[in-house]
Nanobody, 120 residues
């Protein structure tokens, strides 16, 4: 079955950086768009970043644009989220998701999440 396992979260001071990883199994990520989402306490889950299946096109939420980069290594079946200049409002559980190939983009597969806490 498809499994997405995130890692790399932790506690970091404001202004710091973290690199999240998402290792996929049971699905070849080179065939699918990959995305990152986050869920902060008391808020709705929100989109952070995604790419297309080649990884050449990337899309970001306005709140993270310029501070966050999504990338992938298809040879490792892994997608990354490099986060710089972190702010306290970036504190959330971050989830990796694997999207659909055709038609309207949906996210049928999700990881278990990794906590990112930014102290001010």
């Amino acid at each position: 079955q498809v499994q997405l396992v995130e890692s790399g979260g932790g506690l970091v001071q404001a202004g710091g950086s973290l690199r999240l990883s998402c290792a996929a199994s049971g699905r070849t990520i080179s065939l699918y768009p990959m995305g990152w989402f986050r869920h902060a306490p008391g808020k709705e889950r929100e989109f952070v970043a995604r790419d297309n299946r080649s990884g050449l096109a990337t899309y970001y939420a306005d709140s993270v644009k310029g501070r966050v980069t999504i990338s992938r290594d298809n040879t490792k079946n892994t997608v990354y989220l490099q986060m710089n200049s972190l702010k306290s409002e970036d504190t959330a559980v971050y989830y990796c998701a694997s999207g659909t190939q055709i038609g309207c983009l949906r996210w049928p597969y999700w990881g278990q999440g990794t906590q990112v806490t930014v102290s001010s």
